[in-house]
């Protein structure tokens, strides 16, 4: 029997990808455009590519929690713990409260693995008298 060989899904974009990377090149600053172009590329397991998006999405709205929110699972996807924990910190101090959300999310499976992650959100929790 002959195998097809695999696709390699890093090197393919799809057509919705390069629809918003020519937006954001021709505006390189539109915030909506931004978004779907880093869930686009997370979608499509370009992470580092979302990541990138995730860090400028934060420089154009550096009090939003969402955008907060996204930089956190950027980074564990990526396996960057430390730096998904203090974007996740970062998200709740600018308000992020949504955590049955964020228990689910598969985006955070490698940060809800750290203690201190769990330790953090329980404190949370305890701290505003709400169970997850």
Request: hydrophobic fraction near 35%.
């Amino acid at each position: 029997m002959k195998r097809r060989p695999l696709l390699n899904y890093r090197r393919r974009k799809s057509r919705e990808i390069k629809f918003y990377e020519n937006i954001v090149k021709e505006s390189p600053n539109f915030y909506q455009a931004l978004v779907c172009l880093g869930d686009a590329y997370t979608r499509a397991g370009f992470w580092e590519e979302g990541l990138v998006v995730d860090k400028k999405l934060c420089h154009l709205r550096p009090y939003d929690p969402v955008v907060f929110y996204n930089l956190a699972c950027s980074y564990s996807l990526l396996g960057r713990i430390e730096a998904a924990l203090a974007a996740f910190k970062k998200a709740v101090k600018l308000g992020y409260r949504d955590f049955n959300y964020a228990y689910a999310d598969a985006d955070l499976e490698n940060l809800r693995r750290d203690r201190r992650f769990q330790r953090f959100v329980r404190s949370i929790v305890k701290r505003n008298g709400k169970e997850r």
